[in-house]
C-alpha cells in the first residue's frame, strides 16, 4: 500500500488527475474503473484539461462505471452518467460505445447486472479503478454489513449515504433507496486501485484502511489486502493515523 497525503484540496486534485493521465500514457488502451461523487469530480475536471493541453489519447481507452441509482435516467442530472459524461467522457477523445454506466432504468434492475458483468469482461478487466469512500466505510454502493465476496448487485442506499447524498438530489427523502453496484469482490478484482479522500470526515474510514481491523462494517477495510492500492488523501483525511 503506497499513501500520497497532500498539503491541500488543490494538490489533491491536481494529483489524482496526473496519476490518471500517466495512466493512459503508460497503457493506451487502459480501462478505467470509475467513481462519481464530490471528491472525483475535480480530478476528471482536471485530466480532461490535461487532455486538451496535452493531447493525451484517449481512442484507445473505456470506461466503466461503479455503479448507478435505480430509477434514474442519463439526463438526471443526479445520474452517474450525467456527472461523468459533463465533467470527463464529452470532454476526452473517447468512443462513447468505449464507455459503460449501468442503465438506472433498466426494469427490472436485476437485469442490468448480467450485462454489468459481461461489459467489464469484454473490456478486458478493470486496469486502474478509481474508487471513493463514504464516510461510513461505502465503497461503491456496498453499504457496511456487506460480504466481501458480494459481486455485482442491487443495493439498498443506507438512511447514512442517503443524507451524505442529499445537497446533490435537493434532499435526503429524494435520494434513491438503491443502487446498481459492483460488488467488493468485482472492486477487489481491478489490477490496481487508486482509493481517493478528502476532509476530516473521511479521516476515521481512511484509519480503518490503513491500520484495520478488516470487517465487513467498514466495508472499505478490504482494500488494504489488495496488492496494488494507492490511496491518495488530503491531510484532513489523514489526521487519524498514526504518525511514526
Ligand atoms: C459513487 C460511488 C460512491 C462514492 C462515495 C463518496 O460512484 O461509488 O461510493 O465514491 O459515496 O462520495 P463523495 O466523493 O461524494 O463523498
Redesign the pocket.
Known sequence: MKIIITENTEAFDSEGALFFTRQVLKKPDTTFG????????NIYALAARLHKELAVDYSHSKTC???EYVGVSAKDKWS?RFRIDEVLLEKINIKPENTYVPNGLCDPPERELSIFKEKIESFGGIDLLI?????NG?????EPGTLFDSGFHIAPISAE?RT??AA?FGGPEKVPKFGI?MGIRDIMMAREILL??KGRS?AEAIRSIVHGPMTTDVPASVVRVHPNLVILIDKDAASLLQKN
Open positions: 470509475i467513481a462519481t461523487g464530490d471528491t472525483t469530480y462505471n461503479l455503479d452517474c474508487l471513493g469512500i463514504g464516510v461505502h465503497i461503491g454502493f456496498n449515504t451524505a447524498k446533490l453496484s481517493v479522500a473521511k
